[in-house]
């Protein structure tokens, strides 16, 4: 399946009729600590969304929302390596992180260095798998297979997504910032 994403977002005129606001492609942003990976930021907002708002503004930067915020992304991720991956020095480390951190910003932050992929935030996020397949691999051991379709409810909790397959994934959320209470 192929994908020509874009985004096209209404509004409602001043006659109270809605409206075009955009339709514009989408960029894809490359995500340096997932070597192969590219992000799509679709739309975000710090604030609870306002219907018919006459211009909405998008705001995708920090990564992680607030928690009145919300985040649409998707995320394409390359197939499983057919070779050992080499091992990037400190430096080349310190330098993909710092890069993913301009780009963007919180993320990198939240990945843990000694568990490769795994990283935890303050938001609930729903997930769908609309191509390929990818792993959520969770604290208990768990590793649950996703394939298209597939929909998750990511609550909050330390995880990782894998795709071991030969194919690319690619994958919706939609990430609600929250109040952590425990």
Known sequence: ????????????????????????????????????????????SEEPPVPGVASPVDVNDPFFPGPDGNRWQITIFPPAPTTEPVAPSVEGLEAMAAETERVFPGLAAKFEPDAPGFHTSDTVDYVLL?????????????????????????????????????????????????????
């Not at 005129?13 to 514009?24: F, N, P, V, Y």
């Not at 330390?158 to 071991?164: G, L, Q, T, V």
């Open 130 to 182: 609309l191509e390929g397949e990818v792993f959520l691999k969770l604290d208990d051991g768990v590793e649950v297979h996703l394939t298209p379709g597939s929909c998750v409810v990511q609550n909050g909790t330390r995880h990782a997504w894998e795709n071991r397959g030969t194919e690319r994934a690619i994958v919706a959320a939609f990430i609600l910032g929250g109040r952590r209470v425990r």
């Open 1 to 44: 399946m192929s994908f020509e994403f874009r985004r096209v977002v209404t509004v409602l005129g001043d006659d109270g009729k809605s409206k075009l606001h955009e339709d514009a492609p989408l960029k894809h942003y490359e995500v340096p600590v997932l070597p192969g990976a590219e992000m799509l930021k679709v739309w975000g």
